[in-house]
């Protein structure tokens, strides 16, 4: 698996971007977050149970990523046009500020080394990249169990004070350096 201090691959993939008739899909590659803090969160496919959980919690914290300057990514891997569909029939879904890219051919997720075993499909990965392209964080949950979007937020702070952040630590707290 891809780790801490390694270059985030590249790729160039489709994403369901909105909702608007005409609009709906644009290609996404590392140039969208160039020179940017980035967060890419995967889950294992549309219309599933716990992946809407998660989309819609880190939907919900958009504006904190914002604020960070950091740009947010969902990837899956369905096609674009599966995101679309599912976007239109999921009411936490209609309305999200961030891409849902499609590894439909799983190039992404297998060249970070996140396929399940069982099936194929991404495991709820979640890599938070600085603005050189460099993985800082990465975090592996097993298809079963949804993340905590406050502790990716909580991390991405963290990660941008450039300081050492003692357990727990919080924005506005002190560090140790």
């Not at 967060?39 to 149970?49: A, E, G, I, K, Q």
């Not at 993985?135 to 991390?155: P, Q």
Request: net charge negative.
């Amino acid at each position: 698996m891809l780790g801490i201090g390694e270059k985030f691959p590249e790729f160039k993939l489709q994403a369901c971007v909105s909702r608007e008739k005409g609009k709906e899909f644009q290609e996404v590659s590392n140039s969208n977050f160039k020179g940017s803090w980035a967060v890419l969160f995967f889950w294992p496919l549309d219309f599933t149970f716990v992946c809407p959980t998660e989309i819609a919690e880190f939907n919900k914290a958009h504006k904190d990523f914002a604020n960070r300057e950091a740009k947010l990514f969902g990837l899956s891997a369905d096609s674009h046009f599966v995101h679309l569909a599912w976007r239109e029939n999921h009411a936490d879904l209609k309305d999200l500020h961030f891409p849902m890219i499609a590894d439909y051919n799983k190039t992404l997720t297998q060249s970070l080394g996140i396929a399940s075993k069982a099936n194929g499909a991404p495991l709820r990965a979640t890599y938070i990249v600085d603005p050189e392209g460099v993985v800082r964080w990465v975090s592996v949950n097993d298809l079963s169990v949804g993340r905590n979007v406050k502790e990716v937020v909580r991390t991405l702070d963290a990660l941008q004070t450039d300081e050492l952040c003692p357990c727990n630590w919080e924005k506005g707290q002190k560090t140790l350096g």
